[in-house]
């Protein structure tokens, strides 16, 4: 099977703008979950879809959303850039019968 | 979800076993210890995961204290390429999926 697949790798945005990234789960994960890796916090889970909903949420402002379409692929829309927000992206899907889950490569986005 | 506690750093001789501990005082009977690592800007990595008994797979082995406040990673026979940040979590079966990560342990294997 192919693994979670993240688009694009690496962006580069400026203070002010709206990005979005793109998550292809594993074929047959339901589950989608998007995190956000700084030197400063860590890894931070920013919220996980189910069956194109949002099942829970972090501690993020609502400048961060997302969503998820019928084929399991999701999207995060981050609006109003700033240049805190430069981080690596990170997407993670499973089988909804089983908590293991699996980690794209992340998306580096930079924001200047 | 209980909180966990790692060493910050450690070092390792290659061809040596490597045992990252993990302190997680807090938690509660349902929940799962969960050790993933993180090489370099890569997505973190499923190594290994464990209730009550002791795991073994073919990357590592998960040893889980009787009272299962706390746990050991033991990479058997550690390689260069086994250099990275180590994330013990702990988490319940019936939760959504939400990882909470902590600071993790950076391991170098030393040539």
């Known amino acids: 099977k192919a693994g979670v697949t993240q688009t694009p790798r690496y962006l580069i945005k400026t203070r002010g703008q709206q990005v979005t990234l793109s998550c292809s789960p594993i074929s047959g994960h339901r589950s989608v979950s998007w995190y956000q890796q700084t030197p400063g916090q860590g890894l931070q889970f920013l919220f996980e879809y189910f069956s194109e909903t949002q099942r829970n949420k972090g501690n993020f402002p609502g400048r961060f959303s997302g969503r998820q379409f019928s084929n399991s692929r999701s999207e995060m829309n981050v609006s109003t850039l700033e240049l805190g927000d430069s981080a690596l992206y990170l997407c993670a899907s499973r089988n909804d019968r089983v908590i293991k889950q699996y980690f794209g490569p992340g998306t580096r986005l930079t924001v200047t | 979800d209980a909180k966990t506690t790692q060493p910050p750093s450690m070092d390792c001789a290659e061809g040596r076993a490597a045992n990252l501990p993990c302190n997680h005082s807090?938690?509660?009977?349902?929940?799962?210890v969960y050790w993933y690592r993180q090489i370099h800007s890569q997505g973190p990595q499923y190594i290994i995961h464990g209730l009550k008994n002791n795991e073994t797979n073919e990357m590592a082995s998960l040893i889980i204290t009787e009272d299962r406040k706390s746990s050991t990673l033991i990479l058997p026979h550690a390689t260069l390429r086994d250099t990275a940040v180590y994330y013990c979590i702990v988490r319940g079966a019936n939760t959504g999926n939400q990882f909470y990560f902590g600071t993790g342990t950076s391991l170098t294997v030393i040539p």
């Open positions: 807090t938690i509660s009977g349902n929940e799962y």
